[in-house]
């Protein structure tokens, strides 16, 4: 017989919709408004043809089957075609976690995306605007939410930002070598041995501190060390030994050299000189 039990937690992700509308526009029609929204608003483009550009980005043409976004505090124009004037539908979205999962998605690069109208995304996003015209009850409200799920998991399931997903990883590599370091620096740890638990290169490492912190993994392993180091000197009695052990040096030698190289004196001088102020 199987049986499985599990306990979760699904957490609840704060993402509304504020609004919602529909337009067929004039021949050369530019919308007259604030230029600067405080939500998120996506249009669907249902037939006709159009100019849209964001801030900083290079203007496009837009026809029936893309979508086009008006992302929150960014300034944004969209014009409509003078022979062929656009219509569409648009949802505003409000939330916590709304601008995090357009950002995860292809729509963070230019703010649209093409030739929708096929795929699951885009059938998830015409649904959920015709379950929003539903009259007001229990069982459409329950209907709405579903689709405003299925919505946002379709747009990232289909249309993820490889980008943000690659810096993701690169932050979460950086944090794992940082911590590696963090719980091994006493155990006199050194960069290869950080490659090899990591399964990543020293090019890769030296990379990744280097973006993060403007350091080499090596200076970074230092600063850890001689930063405890620091500490024992003043808060402790231990000899010069007793400490290069602690901080991951197999000799006193090697641990003042570098104490010294560092600081431009002594693990003594920095003792008496603290103790001195004292």
Known sequence: MNFEFKRTEIEHFDCNIVFYGQEDTSPGYTFGGNNIRDCYILHYITAGKGTFASAGKKMATLQAGDVFLL????????????????????IGFSGVYTGEIFARSALDEHYYLRHVN???????????????????????????????????????????????????????????????????????????????NLHISRSYLHSLFKQNLNISPQQYLLKLKLTHAKKLLTQTDYSLQQIANLVGYKDQFTFSKAFKRCFNQSPLEYRNQINFKK
């Open 71 to 90: 992302p929150k505090s960014v300034p944004c124009f969209y014009q409509a075609d003078k022979n062929e004037p656009w219509s569409y539908f648009w």
């Open 118 to 196: 096929d795929c699951a995304f885009g059938k998830s996003f015409k649904a959920l605007f015709e379950a929003l015209r539903l009259q007001n009850s229990l069982t459409n409200s329950l209907l709405t939410e579903s689709l405003l799920y299925q919505t946002f998991h379709q747009l990232l399931a289909q249309y993820p930002n490889h980008k943000h997903q690659k810096k993701l990883n690169y932050t979460v590599s950086f944090k794992q070598a940082a911590d590696y370091f963090k719980r091994n620096y006493q155990n006199g740890c050194n960069v290869s041995d950080a490659c090899a």
